[in-house]
């Protein structure tokens, strides 16, 4: 019953902008510590941003000054703002859940950066 599902990816030049986002349901959202990863072909699912309950974040020094994390608890969605768009940011991009008890994973959506 739980269910978390990205969306926003998309193709996007260089230098570009892509806004995604992780709609929830099934789990009290406002309790959860939400993240985003992404994995590329053949590489690891790296953490990129994480936003707790209260709204303190931490980024991933690869998009640091360029993505921005955000949450709407009365929405129960979290956003990715990228911005400045790089070929290395090409990769499909997953939102998680967290709280005490269990962590949650959305389906993916894909980015590709490319010219």
Do not use: H
Request: net charge positive.
């Amino acid at each position: 019953q739980v269910q978390l599902v990205e969306s926003g990816g998309g193709l996007v030049q260089p230098g570009g902008s892509l806004r995604l986002a992780c709609a929830a349901s099934g789990i009290s959202f406002s309790r959860n510590v939400m993240a985003w990863y992404r994995q590329a072909p053949g590489k690891q699912r790296d953490l990129v941003a994480t936003i707790s309950s209260g709204g303190g974040t931490n980024y991933a020094d690869s998009v640091k000054g360029r993505f921005t994390i955000s949450r709407d608890n009365a929405k129960n969605t979290v956003y990715l703002q990228m911005n400045s768009l790089k070929p290395e940011d090409t990769a499909v991009y997953y939102c998680k859940a967290q709280n005490l008890w269990n962590a949650y994973w959305g389906q993916g959506t894909q980015v590709t950066v490319s010219s």
